[in-house]
């Protein structure tokens, strides 16, 4: 009986060393994705106005535990609507999340969650 329980621990003990490193991959995985969908929500509900439609384009680069990145290119929008979008975002996104917003002529301006409506560049819109 001993035989039988030290042989059904050193299975358990296998297989919680197989299966351990994959399940922590899997949960990681699904922790970024969840991530993931969570900030395009939130960058493609204030960009959902009829007026930008069609001018804008989102891309969200991932690092597994530091600053997410979100970056948005605004093509054909003027000065005050780049303006608005960045003071509409820089109030939801949360304070992990590194934003670029890339404008009209030379224009880009990034700002994280931390730093409510304080840009750390912006280049000179022409």
């Known amino acids: 009986m001993a035989e039988l329980l030290t042989s059904i621990g ?4 296998g297989f919680l060393g197989i299966a351990g490193p994959v399940a922590f991959l899997i949960i990681c995985l699904r922790v970024r994705d969840q991530r993931e969908s969570m ?3 939130i960058v493609l509900a204030e960009l959902n106005r009829h007026h930008l ?3 804008h384009t989102v891309r969200v680069k991932f690092r ?3 600053t997410d990145t979100v970056v948005i290119d ?3 929008c003027s000065r ?6 960045v003071e509409r975002l820089s109030v939801r996104v949360p304070p ?10 030379d224009c880009r ?8 409506a304080v840009f750390n560049r912006c280049c000179a819109i022409s």
Request: aromatic fraction near 10%; charge should be positive.
């Open 39 to 41: 900030l395009y929500a």
């Open 109 to 116: 301006i990034e700002f994280s969650g931390e730093n409510k």
């Open 80 to 85: 005050e609507q780049v303006c608005h979008v």
């Open 96 to 105: 992990r999340v590194r934003v670029e917003v890339n404008g009209i002529s």
């Open 53 to 55: 439609r069609g001018l």
């Open 10 to 13: 050193k299975l358990a003990i």
């Open 64 to 66: 597994l535990l530091w």
């Open 74 to 76: 605004l093509w054909n």
